[in-house]
């Protein structure tokens, strides 16, 4: 059974860091691409950063150069470090795992296998 374990998630000043981590277990880490998801309160769920199997990584435009999103498949973990955090970034952060294409020199994730039960990110201005 393919399960997901997010953690690093908490309570943070504006202009202030949090790494995220997401565990895989019951697979292969390095089979799979990895996105992390947020919701916010009253939001529909968005795409924060996806990588590939071949770490080509994809960012929503409000988090560019803000947040790197990474990969040890060593470890069986996914990371997403978030930089100059803005308020508007609390959410609950979801990992997943699944598929994603390049075409056209574009990566976009595209489909998910599992998810993460989430992880709460409070930005405090």
């Known amino acids: 059974q393919v399960q997901l374990v997010e953690s690093g998630g908490g309570l943070v000043q504006a202009g202030g860091s949090l790494r995220l981590s997401c565990v895989l277990s019951?697979?292969?880490?390095?089979?799979?691409?990895i996105a992390w998801y947020r919701q916010a309160p009253e939001k529909q769920r968005e795409l924060v950063a996806a990588i590939s199997t071949g770490e080509t990584t994809t960012y929503v435009n409000s988090v560019e150069g803000r947040f790197t999103i990474s990969r040890d498949n060593t470890k069986n973990t996914g990371y997403l470090q978030m930089n100059s955090l803005k308020p508007e970034d609390t959410a609950v952060y979801y990992c997943?795992?699944?598929?994603?294409?390049?075409?056209?020199?574009?990566?976009?994730?595209?489909?998910?296998?599992?998810w993460g039960q989430g992880t709460q990110v409070t930005v405090s201005s």
């Open positions: 997943t795992v699944g598929g994603g294409r390049i075409t056209g020199g574009k990566y976009t994730y595209t489909s998910s296998t599992a």
């Open positions: 019951g697979s292969i880490l390095s089979r799979f691409d």
